[in-house]
């Protein structure tokens, strides 16, 4: 029998998927992605623009569209400046490896349901994997090398401190994006892209009434849904956790040395990463591409009954993830390196460990029939418990020590041959000067 007679699954249409086909979808993919970055520029400078009560771009094209098309061309158009003393070798990879890690974890993302396509049944999805949501983890988990090469190669002491900050932050948050990962995959029973998306397309009724609603993980798996979040800003190095690009500290980070195409191709992956986290908590906890209530109501609007309509709910749901990072940006300062790091390991990490092993208890009990009726809110109330003391505990910092009265110590900046600012408990000479000139006085 034909398996496009019958009700295939995602994995089984792609699997016979033809190579033109798959071309298809993978020039596609690279056009809505480079289309998207270049909207997305100019949509962050519009609304950041609207929430400083400025203009923003606006007067190259309509509404200024055209002026980020005319940035990244100028950045291709600039001289491609190398320093004399890096590992040209290195200096050159760590890019191509940030951007193609950035282009790569789309394949296993789904834009859309079962569609014809050129007399072929088919996904709007590159390719799908039992394993799916790993892969894109794992990818994702190689820009980190594009970073950490960066900022070695460069052989730039501020480069290097930006990218050992990339690599450890980043590091921190994909472990708590894991632990929320594994909630999910228990609760939906999969770890398939396509799979996830689909569980949570089917209807919940209420006594025995459909009413329209899907079951949507973001509120069954709140608190993996709120760390996700989270995380995924940390992640991608974006404001108020944007420390490995911090100009008070370290210039640019890791992209200190880099300009012309290379320094295109490192902006373009760190677009490309936000949408990409965008996009994986859209098909983990708000449906993928499936229709929002009260709009499945509308047939013309409802994705089971045009398929062509999901992209559509799929991007204007990554835009308003975008939008989060933009307002984020635009409202939040940026944190102290210490406290962030603190934020990951000792409040998102246990709080996530200690929800996984919730969602895993309630969904054993509930594959052996022993949780239902009033069990289920006693269980979720005492772990509701357990979330909020971890809170409090984890968010007291330890006592700061009372200072003790010393003798700060002389230093001479220019003692190495360049000037180095004092540390604490140091003062300069000059400093000390001025001090023994007023006591005297």
């Not at 992605?33 to 094209?61: A, C, D, S």
């Not at 045009?306 to 835009?319: C, E, L, N, S, Y």
Request: hydrophobic share 50%; net charge negative.
């Amino acid at each position: 029998m034909n398996i496009l007679e019958t009700n295939p699954t995602a994995a089984e249409l792609l699997a016979n998927d033809p190579w033109w086909l798959v071309v298809i979808k993978v020039v596609g993919m690279l056009v809505i992605l480079l289309v998207w970055t270049i909207f997305n520029v100019w949509y962050e400078r519009r609304l950041v623009g609207k929430m400083q009560h400025r203009l923003g771009p606006i007067m190259n094209g309509p509404f200024g569209l055209l002026q980020a098309l005319a940035e990244g061309i100028k950045l291709l158009a600039k001289e491609d400046f190398m320093p004399r003393s890096v590992d040209k070798v290195l200096f050159t990879l760590a890019p191509i490896i940030a951007g193609t890690a950035a282009f790569t974890s789309w394949a296993f993302i789904p834009l859309g349901g079962r569609v014809n396509m050129f007399g072929q049944d088919t996904v709007l999805q590159i390719t799908d994997m039992p394993v799916g949501v790993l892969m894109i983890l794992a990818v994702t988990s190689v820009g980190i090398y594009g970073f950490v090469l960066a900022g070695w190669s460069s052989n730039s002491p501020y480069s290097l401190l930006g990218s050992l900050r990339s690599s450890a932050q980043m590091i921190s948050y994909e472990v708590s994006m894991g632990l929320c990962f594994a909630a999910v995959f228990l609760y939906a029973g999969s770890m398939s892209t396509a799979e996830i998306v689909a569980a949570q397309g089917r209807s919940l009724s209420f006594f025995g009434v459909d009413v329209g609603l899907q079951n949507w993980f973001w509120l069954a798996l709140l608190p993996s849904f709120i760390v996700y979040v989270i995380s995924m800003v940390g992640e991608t190095n974006r404001a108020p956790f944007d420390l490995v690009e911090a100009e008070s500290e370290l210039v640019s980070g890791y992209i200190t040395e880099y300009s012309g195409f290379r320094y295109a191709i490192f902006f373009l992956a760190e677009y490309i990463n936000m949408t990409t986290v965008s996009a994986v908590a859209t098909t983990l906890f708000m449906g993928g591409y499936h229709t929002p209530w009260p709009f499945t109501f509308i047939p013309i609007l409802n994705d089971a009954e045009t398929p062509w309509i999901g992209p559509v709910w799929f991007i204007i749901k990554v835009q308003l993830f975008f939008s989060l990072f933009v307002w984020l940006r635009g409202t939040l300062p940026r944190f102290r390196y210490d406290q962030f790091m603190s934020l990951g390991w000792k409040g998102l990490i246990p709080i996530a460990g200690v929800w996984l092993l919730a969602v895993a208890v309630v969904r054993e009990l509930q594959r052996t029939n022993l949780l239902a009726g009033p069990a289920v809110g006693i269980f979720f109330g005492v772990v509701a418990v357990i979330i909020i003391a971890l809170l409090f505990v984890g968010g007291k910092e330890p006592p700061e020590p009372e200072p003790v009265d010393e003798e700060p110590e002389v230093v001479d900046a220019f003692a190495g041959g360049y000037p180095v600012a004092p540390l604490p408990g140091q003062i300069l000479a000059e400093q000390a000067q001025t001090i023994e000139m007023e006591g005297v006085k």
